[in-house]
Nanobody
């Protein structure tokens, strides 16, 4: 069983930065892939980024702006978001999966989400 708690969301102006954190419980967390997804009002959930060991995946819309990293000693995964745009506004969720994938259905455990709002 893995429990995930996101933090770090907030309100930021366009061009600004935020760092999201996903804190996890569970002794086997380091072996899981962890992904970030987001959902804006009226839109479907979309993949943002994922990491497992040293391998990473990014959505095209965030490549070059977002960086995913993890600290297994702290059981935490981070999403550094730079050059934020109003279209990045969404609730951001972290999730854990046995394999690295951009497919949301492949993730077993989900956090409750944290709101990110980017003003123009």
């Amino acid at each position: 069983q893995v429990q995930l708690v996101e933090s770090g969301g907030g309100l930021v102006q366009a061009g600004g930065s935020l760092r999201l954190s996903c804190a996890a419980s569970g002794r086997t967390f380091s072996s899981y892939a962890v992904g970030w997804f987001r959902q804006a009002p009226g839109k479907e959930r979309e993949f943002v980024a994922a990491i497992r060991w040293s391998s990473t995946l990014y959505a095209d819309s965030v490549k070059g702006r977002f960086t995913i990293s993890r600290d297994n000693a702290k059981n935490t995964v981070y999403l550094q978001m730079n050059s934020l745009k109003p279209e990045d506004t969404a609730v951001y969720y972290c999730a854990a999966a046995p394999r690295l994938t951009a497919w949301g259905e492949g993730y077993t455990y989900w956090g409750q989400g944290t709101q990110v709002t980017v003003s123009s």
